[in-house]
């Protein structure tokens, strides 16, 4: 019978309920069946560049400031 602990762990099963269906009796054995594939990396990238996008962006002043001498 093939192991489909793996492909729940890349559906996104929690690993806690992973656990419970793969019938192991410790979390760490589980713990080894999630693996982020590509599209978890792709996406988490374009996830970050994105937030880091909105932090760099200019914001403009609606009352400049304006520091007289």
Request: aromatic share 4%; charged share 15%; proline share 9%.
């Amino acid at each position: 019978m093939q192991d489909l602990g793996p492909w729940f762990a890349d559906a996104g099963v929690p690993v806690h309920v992973l656990r419970k269906i793969a019938g192991h009796g410790s979390l760490i054995t589980t713990q080894r069946y999630p693996h982020p594939d590509v599209r978890q990396i792709t996406a988490a990238g374009a996830a970050l560049t994105a937030h880091l996008r909105v932090l760099r962006t200019p914001r403009s002043l609606s009352n400049p400031i304006v520091v007289a001498r």
